[in-house]
């Protein structure tokens, strides 16, 4: 019995065609190219453009929750060249309410994100929890406080500050969720030689505690 392809075919069945090596190597090497380059692209993005980051922690509730997920704008301060000082195309420096994201100073291999509260040459001060910058009350809008009651400044820096000066080229920098952070209160300022880019959107945000995502935050600019 003949096969169904002899049976309808109108004529006889050409031989398939071999593939040359040579062409088989271009195909092979077309693909490593294109792969090699998606690779480079990639890296170039995330390290001079933007950057995913996920929070860890609720040191800046309300504002980022446990499991928001966020791009950050690495080039608005200003592009780091590996094993250069300084920064290039610089758009603007780091400004007072900007949400940064920085490697933490006393352990770089961490990343840390805060909202800047004073610039180089403030003057901070706090006093039974409030901020003061310059000699003016610093009023956040988004700043929490969970804790009513207040530390005295023998015990540590949280609620009592003395007044402190900004250094060239450095950051004081506060969780919104003020009562529950560990930030320059305690360990000082950022270096902005530290600072990573600014925080700029939430791509995607999920609740761990109720097994789902926070639709509502997803897409929410960062202010």
């Not at 593939?19 to 990639?42: D, F, M, N, T």
């Not at 603007?92 to 909202?115: H, L, M, W």
């Not at 901070?124 to 409030?130: D, F, G, T, W």
């Not at 804790?147 to 950051?171: G, H, L, M």
Request: glycine residues 6%.
């Amino acid at each position: 019995m003949e096969d169904y392809k002899n049976v309808c075919d109108d004529k006889p069945a050409e031989p398939a065609k071999e593939v040359k090596p040579a062409q088989g190597k271009h195909i092979v090497r077309e693909y490593l190219e294109s792969i090699i380059i998606a690779v480079l692209l990639a890296m170039v993005i995330r390290t001079f453009v933007v950057q995913a980051f996920k929070i860890p922690s609720g040191s800046m509730e309300d504002t980022l929750a446990i499991g928001d997920h966020l791009l950050v704008n690495k080039f608005i301060y200003g592009t780091r060249i590996p094993g250069l000082d300084g920064r290039i195309l610089k758009i603007r420096d780091p400004k007072q309410g900007d949400v940064i994201v920085f490697e933490y100073p006393e352990d770089p291999t961490k990343d840390f994100i805060k909202r800047v509260i004073g610039t180089p040459g403030d003057v901070v001060e706090i006093k039974n929890k409030r901020v003061y910058v310059n000699g003016k009350l610093y009023a956040n809008p988004h700043e929490v406080h969970k804790e009513p009651d207040t530390v005295p400044k023998e015990y540590n820096p949280r609620d009592f500050k003395d007044p402190v000066t900004v250094p060239p080229n450095s950051y004081f920098v506060m969780g919104d969720n003020r009562d529950r952070s560990y930030d320059s209160r305690f360990w000082g300022f950022v270096k902005m030689d530290k600072i990573k880019g600014l925080a700029f959107i939430k791509y995607w945000s999920w609740d761990k505690d109720k097994m789902r995502p926070r639709f509502g935050a997803i897409g929410k600019l960062i202010d």
